[in-house]
C-alpha cells in the first residue's frame, strides 16, 4: 500500500517568513495530493491539492509542487500569520471509482511566532 | 446546512464494551470515510461506502463493522472495545469522483479503560 512520510514534525517561523513542508510517497500510481490544515480541536479542512498532471498550484499565500518523478510534493506558505499556526497534513491518493482513498502524512506542526 | 455530523462527541467505555459511532451528511454525497486519529500517526482510514450498501477495507479495518445506512448515514461500530482503540475518530463525505474534496465531521473522541 501507499507509504507518506512527511517532514519536520514541528516548524516554527517569525510572522513574516516562508514556511515550506515537504512529503515523499511510494506508490506512483497515486494520482492526487491534498493538504489538510487541522487547528486544536477541530476537524482537518482541505487548503489546497494538486493534481499528478500538474506540477504547481498557487492560490494566495499558499502554493504546492509536486515531482512525480522524486515522488515528492511540498507546501509553501508565504508571509506566514499568527492564524497559519496549526498542524498541517499532507495526503497521497489511490483513486477509485468513487473518490479517494487518502494515506495521510504524520502531521507538521506550525507555529508561527510574533 | 450542517455538513458531516457525528455523535458522540464524547465517550468513554470499558474493554470488552460495543458501542457505534453515528454520521451523517447532508450533501448528498454518494461516497463517505472513517478515519481514526493517532497522536504522531495521522489519520488513518479503516473502512469506506462509495455507496448505500456497500463498503469495503482501509487500512486498519480489524475490530471495526460499518453500516451504510442509507446516502446520509455511514455508522462505525466497535463490537468489543480495546484499550487500542482509544483514538479520535474522523467521519468524511466526498462527491463520488476523483480529485473531489473530502468533508470531514467534528470528530468523536473514544477512550477505552
Known amino acids: 500500500g501507499e507509504n507518506v512520510e512527511q517532514h519536520p514534525s514541528t516548524l516554527s517561523v517569525q510572522e513574516g517568513d516562508s514556511a515550506v513542508i515537504k512529503c515523499t510517497y511510494s506508490d506512483s500510481a497515486s494520482n492526487y495530493f491534498p493538504w489538510y490544515k487541522q487547528e486544536l480541536g477541530k476537524r482537518p479542512q482541505l487548503i489546497i491539492d494538486?493534481?499528478?498532471n500538474v506540477g504547481e498550484k498557487k492560490d494566495q499565500r499558499i502554493a504546492v509542487t509536486l515531482n512525480k518523478t522524486a515522488k515528492h510534493f511540498s507546501l509553501h506558505i508565504t508571509e506566514t500569520q499568527p492564524e497559519d499556526s496549526a498542524v498541517y497534513f499532507c495526503?497521497?491518493?489511490?483513486?477509485w471509482g468513487g473518490g479517494n482513498k487518502l494515506t495521510f502524512g504524520t502531521g507538521t506542526q506550525l507555529k508561527v511566532e510574533l | 446546512n450542517a455538513g458531516v455530523t457525528q455523535t458522540p462527541k464524547f465517550q468513554v467505555l470499558k474493554t470488552g464494551q460495543s458501542m457505534t459511532l453515528q454520521c451523517a451528511q447532508d450533501?448528498?454525497?454518494?461516497?463517505m470515510y472513517w478515519y481514526r486519529q493517532d497522536p504522531g500517526m495521522g489519520l488513518r482510514l479503516i473502512y469506506y461506502s462509495a455507496s448505500e450498501g456497500t463498503t469495503d477495507k482501509g487500512e486498519v479495518p480489524n475490530g471495526y463493522n460499518v453500516s451504510r445506512l442509507n446516502k446520509r448515514e455511514f455508522s462505525l461500530r466497535l463490537e468489543s472495545a480495546a484499550p487500542s482503540q482509544t483514538s479520535v475518530y474522523f467521519c468524511?463525505?466526498?462527491?463520488?469522483?476523483?480529485?473531489?474534496?473530502?468533508?470531514f465531521g467534528p470528530g468523536t473522541r473514544l477512550t477505552v479503560l
Open positions: 495526503a497521497a491518493s489511490e483513486g
Open positions: 450533501m448528498n454525497h454518494n461516497s
Open positions: 494538486i493534481r499528478s
Open positions: 468524511a463525505s466526498q462527491q463520488g469522483a476523483l480529485y473531489n474534496e473530502q468533508f
